[in-house]
């Protein structure tokens, strides 16, 4: 094929217009345009990313068949892909296998190539249409496939990844399609329990970074639960500490944001008295301090992994529940070697949940069952575990008053209130108003 017959082939020269056209959209031009033509421009653009990912897949089955890989030196056809653009070997397999299960359907990939559909809907209709049995029919596939195009117009995708498992409902009597349903999801369930995984590690800014994938029925139990944590009337979230000075705008419109704290949370009730122990020790904390810190001095202590620790930080790890606080006298021995059940015991707290209501913090709704025993009293200076001696406090409104100092007391009625220092007027919880 000569040069001239090259440039003026439909694809050179489309690919060639496609990026002129793109050259004149500055990128900056949008803030100038009405909203809703932003938002209609935005769905057409998605439109335009799905016809292209349509000549993708034509390409790269053209690419795949034609064994350019090993005439370059490639190990496969997504190895190549890598090597021309992006790096990402696994996402240019991805796109062979997905190529490849696009070219055996008959309506999808004209969707995709017409706008109709994403690529994303384009790969499940794909995948779906793969789990057919061998005996299906051409007439009943051809069913499969118009029904899952139809129903990509109105579910989500995962709505419809959802409804791939039933396609069998098309041709088949309904225990057979539970039946084949419930395989299916045994299958999934199985795969997704063997390759769950979990990661963390230390950033040494006094955060750790992470990733996991769960299986679906364990990440809704995380989800669910952080989403409670996080609901927008949680008023705990928000709550300035007076300590770091008011919470960054953008750390009240940021959801992630908002979903960290959540998830911080969460982290901090983990049930450690019943997760399994190794060599007779359980999966408890030790926090090791100075006595002068838990009476209220400022040298940092020490977690048992070696982590580092405020003076603060210390004192409230050390009223908690499941955590073993190692109190030092200047030594390195143990002057108390506290056990978490010398704290407040279950019918101490059923008490306190019934009295308190939750958080007993003026400006808290913290439900009891989120909330952590506070000594009013430091324990360290005679503080007894006892009802008159204790109240509900959440995570964070723990935090607070032991960095900040607040003062309580408890009122004539019983309740808990509360100042902050330096002032005479005492507050206490909505809840519990007089």
């Excluded at 909330?371 to 009802?387: C, F, I, M, Q, W």
């Excluded at 607070?400 to 007027?425: F, K, M, N, Q």
Aim: proline content about 6%; glycine content about 8%.
């Amino acid at each position: 094929m000569t040069a001239a017959l090259i440039d003026s082939h439909p694809l050179v020269a489309g690919v060639s217009a496609l990026h002129a056209d793109l050259d004149a959209m500055p990128t900056d031009a949008w803030s100038g345009l009405e909203t809703s033509e932003v938002r209609r421009l935005t769905a057409e653009l998605t439109r335009v990313e799905a016809r292209v990912a349509a000549q993708k897949m034509a390409a790269v089955r053209a690419l795949e068949s034609s064994g350019a890989a090993r005439k370059a030196g490639a190990t496969s056809t997504g190895n190549l892909l890598a090597r021309d653009f992006g790096g990402d070997e696994a996402a240019g397999h991805r796109l062979v296998k997905t190529a490849q299960k696009l070219e055996s359907t008959t309506h999808t990939q004209d969707a995709l190539a017409r706008g109709e559909v994403t690529f994303e809907q384009s790969s499940v209709i794909a995948k779906g249409l793969d789990k057919l049995p061998a005996d299906v029919t051409v007439q009943q596939r051809d069913l499969a496939e118009r029904t899952l195009l139809k129903d990509a117009e109105r579910l989500t995708i995962k709505d419809l990844r959802r409804r791939t498992d039933r396609l069998m409902d098309v041709y088949a009597a309904k225990p057979d399609v539970d039946a084949h349903e419930n395989e299916l999801l045994v299958h999934r369930e199985r795969l997704a329990r063997q390759n769950a995984y979990f990661r963390m590690w230390d950033e040494k800014n006094g955060m750790f970074r992470g990733e996991f994938e769960l299986p679906e029925a364990e990440a809704v139990m995380l989800k669910t639960a952080v989403d409670a944590l996080a609901a927008p009337s949680r008023a705990h979230l928000s709550d300035p500490d007076a300590t770091l000075g008011p919470v960054p705008e953008d750390s009240e419109t940021d959801p992630a944001k908002k979903m960290g704290r959540a998830f911080t949370d969460l982290c901090s009730h983990l049930p450690i008295d019943q997760l399994p122990s190794n060599g007779g020790v359980g999966a408890q904390v030790v926090v090791t301090l100075e006595h002068d810190t838990l009476v209220g001095g400022i040298a940092p202590a020490t977690l048992s992994d070696g982590t580092r620790l405020s003076a603060s930080q210390a004192r409230k790890l050390a009223c908690r529940v499941g955590i073993i606080p190692m109190v030092l006298d200047g030594k390195p021995l143990p002057l108390d070697y506290g056990q978490s059940k010398r704290y407040f015991e279950k019918y101490q707290r059923i008490g306190l949940a019934n009295r308190d209501g939750g958080c007993s913090f003026p400006t808290c709704d913290r439900p009891p069952e989120w909330t952590e025993a506070h000594h009013l009293t430091p324990y360290s200076v005679g503080g007894k575990t006892n009802l008159q001696d204790g109240t509900l406090l959440c995570t964070r409104h723990h935090h607070h008053v032991h960095d900040t100092h607040w003062e309580s007391r408890t009122a004539p009625d019983g309740h808990i209130e509360w100042r902050p220092p330096g002032t005479t007027s005492w507050q206490r919880n909505p809840r519990n108003r007089a």
